[in-house]
Every structure is written in structure tokens, then in C-alpha cells.
């Protein structure tokens, strides 16, 4: 395994840990502490904030609720919540951001600006998340536009669907049968998030855990990965083959899957989501082809000059195709592959 690009990450922030598959070949590397007031060496079973990366686990609940028939793609979410959105808001439609919904709720940004630089969802509740959806509107037009707002109502009607609170069904759909221990809701223990080297509180999102509210390590994450490109459990199977099949053409070469980006190469696809929180960082991508995957996770939050996501990008590149990746031009026209992701 090429570690150049992968050691290349582990001085982004103040704690990193990078998680990487070539084939049967498993790699960990960890670097720095899980914060700077009160140091401890970063493991591979560090729990970070991983933002909208979360969504890729709402996706694949989605499709293990399929699987079992107890949904359907095409289910409207009238069916499940009293919103009045129509018709053509479905569950499909909502995982892969063509629900015409806005990227956050009406109301949110009233209650985070108290805490825009902190922790803006605190403040925004169930209750607001249930307002907010009474004053919704829907863009006419089918066009993918990436919206935390939408993620968070998939995971409530999921929720709804089954009669249980999101947080429980996922853990007893997928985090069990993953056999994924450092991945869940609680915000201890967990590496303290940095923001331009000042800590940051802990992520909390009320009323839109499905958008962007988990934890997870870099073990857990690759477990993910792994199962993605192995399609075990058999328990999950059918569900871990729905939620990576394109749907939603974005280009000739991008497409969306349920909540997964999908990138076309030539003899080759890569699948990839990133997220952030004020105060971290993370990235996870595949190729099925070439069996190969990269999480990357980092206790500092993005900025607008941040390149940790691209630069994770240009790293499963390097291992799914050592060449291209050292080719002129090859960060270029991928650069805003990740740019969107972001919680």
C-alpha cells in the first residue's frame, strides 16, 4: 500500500486517524491528541463527530427498512408526517437531494445565530423541525440540491414509520448488525473538536440527528466500508447493494445514490461523502472495483480555505489508481468533488 498521501493527512489537525483498505490489506495510522487543553493520544477507536457523513447511515436505514418491506422508495413522506409537501416529496427523493427542499429548515437560522460559530442546531429542536415543515415550500423543479433539512425529515418519517425514535431504530438496524461499538448519539466519549486551534463544544443537533449528529471512529467507519464493498452481513445485504446504486444523474460522470456520490472513472467507479462540524472533520470513500477505502477523521473543524476533504479525495485517488493520482491535472478536475457535503 502507497502510504504517501495517506501520511501526507495525519498533520491536518490537532488529532487524526486515517483508515484505509487496498484488497485484504487493512491500515490504521493515527497522529496527535484527542485535544490540546487535556492531551491523550488519538487511537483507531477515537470517536469523532463525523457530520453529514451520517447520512450515509440514515440512507442505508432506509434501505434495510425496504428490504424488510415495511417502506417503499416511492412512499410519500404525507404518508408518515402531516406536512402537506405532496405527492412527489418521497423517501427516494429526500436521500438523494431531488425533494426540492431547502438545504435547512425554515426558522434555523433565527435560532443558531446565537452559536453560529459553535453549536448552531442546538437550539433547534423536534418541535421547531415539525414547525418548520408546516411552512414549507417546494421548489417545482427536480434538480439535486443538497439539504440537511431533507436528510433530517427521511429520519423522521423512518422514525414514524416504525414507531420508534431514529436514534434507536438505527442502532438496532444497522450500528448492531455492523457490529459498530464506537459509532451512536452520545457526545462522551469523543476527541474535543478545534476550530483554527480553539476548542469547540460538542455537536448537537436536536432535531435533525439523521442530517449530521453521529459519532464514529475510524475502525467503526472502515467496518462500513468494508461491508460496503462485501455486501455482509448477509442480514443487510440487499440493503448494503440499494443504497449504493446511482439514481440521480448529476453529469456524465457524477451520480447520486442514496445520499452516496457516485463518480464514474474509466474503468473504475468511486463512491464518497465527506461531513464537518465546527470542530471536525470527516471523509469516507470506495472503489467496488478495485476493493479499495479511505476514511479519514480530524478533531478541526473546515474552513473555507480547508483542503482536508479534497486532499482525502486525492488520497483514495492514490490508492484506487496510483497513477492517475500522480498524473498532472488529476486534482483539478476533481476539485470540487466534496464540496457540497458538508453538514
Known sequence: MNEDRITALLSAAPGVAVAARVGDEETVLVAGVTALDDPHPVTAATRFEIGSLTKTFTALLLAELVARGEVRHDDPVDRFLDTGLGPGVTLERLATHTSGLPRLPPGLLRAALPAWRTNPYRAFGPERLTAALRRTRVRPDDRARYSNFGVAVLGLALARATGRPFEDLLADRVLRPLGLTDTGFDTAPQATGHLRGRPRPPWEMPGMPAAGALRSSARDLLVLLTALLDGRPASLAPALADVVAPRVAVSATDHLCLVWNLRRLPDHDLLFHSGGTRGC???????????????????????????????????LRALDDPAAAQRPGTRGSDRDATRETTA
Do not use: E, H, I, K
Not at 472503489?287 to 482525502?312: E, F, H, I, K
Open 281 to 315: 472533520t470527516a471523509f469516507a470513500g470506495f472503489s467496488p472495483q478495485r476493493r479499495t477505502a479511505l476514511v479519514v477523521l480530524a478533531n478541526t473543524g473546515p474552513t473555507v480555505r480547508a483542503t482536508l476533504v479534497q486532499d482525502s479525495y486525492n488520497a
